[in-house]
């Protein structure tokens, strides 16, 4: 079948609506017709050439849609279900799945980072030329076909874009609360970063009873949302931010400190300003190959720990219908999280508004 996408052909280049052809789910695979697709800022990566991939590509990790057809033998989706795509399938039989880490499975990284399905080909072509998935999922495109495992289905009652969402900033900041740090209610929080992945934190660290929730950005338009969200305190950040972070907190620092944008230079101010015995969590991917320098002599002395979080240590298969059960609750305002929507076309326009740093969460739509 023929479908719009929109294919990055080189990095620096421009997003492209294109019209590809699809093929039909193979064995284990499903077609989703894609309802909704966030703007995150790891497909930016692409563009910029920090994250490596074969090309052309129709990147698109944060997405949701309808289950049109599965392929052979799939058995977690049927046709007419509502699905968020999980852009980590796990096996739920390696190493890493049987202790409880699906997050860091190891059967699928080949594949999909090398753009294609499970058995090493695509099912985006044009004019006979393979083109490329990103993180299995390429959801810049009005259908896709993907894994199984990559379907979550959710409650028909969740709106697809707060679903898409699901797929990637709130289940990376929401888990890195509820999942990484298992925050204890009353710790102060300090949130480095207040875009999708860091207003997704403000939001958990709320949900898990943190007292004080600190917000640290260099938009000063990102302070009112974070405070909309459940931030106690707002901060611009600087070089005296730390000195800041500490007078709020008696001069200790925070208990637990989240860095959510993926810059060395702010990972090291997290670090500094997490208390003595305190967490550095480290949400936000940094490009591939950069360095931070987090000194030894501090955490061994001060005892403080740091850790990473990749995809929130997700369980998808758990965590997505607890989070959109909390968002039908009224427990996680995730609604609020889009602040604006874009038809497909509009793609590029997205980007440049997600890098001008004004908006929380961007969202492409289809009806
Ligand atoms: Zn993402
Ligand atoms: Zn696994």
């Known amino acids: ?112 980072w090398q753009g294609t399905m499970m058995d090493g080909t695509t099912r985006f072509s044009k004019e006979g030329d393979p083109v490329y998935h990103f993180s299995a999922l390429a959801c810049f495109a009005e259908r896709v076909v993907v894994p199984e495992e990559c379907c979550v289905p959710l409650d028909k009652a969740v709106p697809f874009d707060v679903a898409a969402l699901i797929g990637c900033a709130v289940t990376t900041g929401v888990g890195s609360v509820l999942n990484t740090a298992r925050l204890a209610p009353g710790s102060s929080v300090a949130v480095f970063g207040a875009g999708g992945v860091g207003l997704s934190i403000i939001m958990g660290a709320k949900l898990a009873g943190a007292g004080q929730i600190i917000a640290i950005d260099t938009n000063e338009s990102k302070s009112d949302l974070a405070l909309e969200f459940g931030a106690t305190n707002v901060l611009i950040n600087s070089p005296d931010v730390v000195k800041d972070i500490q007078r709020l907190t008696g001069g200790r620092g925070a208990d637990y400190v989240f860095e959510a944008i993926g810059l060395p230079a702010v990972q090291e101010q997290c670090l500094e300003a997490a208390r003595p015995g305190g967490t550095v969590v480290l949400a936000g991917l940094s490009p591939m190959g950069s360095d931070t320098n987090l000194p030894g002599s501090i955490i061994t ?47 590029n326009e997205a980007y440049a508004d997600m890098l001008s740093g004004e908006i929380a969460r961007g969202v492409i739509v289809w009806e």
């Not at 039909?24 to 910029?48: F, I, N, Q």
């Not at 852009?87 to 594949?111: H, K, M, V």
């Open 301 to 347: 002395r001060q005892e403080k720990t740091v850790t990473g979080s990749y995809y929130g240590t997700a369980n998808t298969a758990r965590d997505f219908p607890l989070y959109a059960d909390l968002y039908l609750q009224g427990k996680l305002d995730l609604g609020r999280l889009i602040s604006r929507s874009y038809t497909l076309e509009q793609i």
């Open 1 to 112: 079948m023929k479908v719009r996408a929109a294919v990055l052909y080189e990095a620096g280049r421009a997003f492209q609506i294109e019209t590809l052809d699809l093929a039909p789910p193979r064995a284990g695979e499903v077609l989703v017709k894609v309802a909704a697709a966030g703007v995150c800022h790891s497909d930016y990566h692409l563009v910029t050439g920090a994250t490596k991939h074969p090309m052309p590509v129709v990147p698109g990790h944060e997405g949701a849609g309808i289950v049109e057809a599965a392929g052979e033998g799939v058995t977690r989706v049927k046709t007419g279900d509502h699905v968020a795509l999980n852009w980590a399938p796990n096996c739920g039989e390696c190493f890493y799945c049987l202790r409880d880490r699906p997050s860091l499975c190891t059967t699928f990284i080949g594949p999909v």
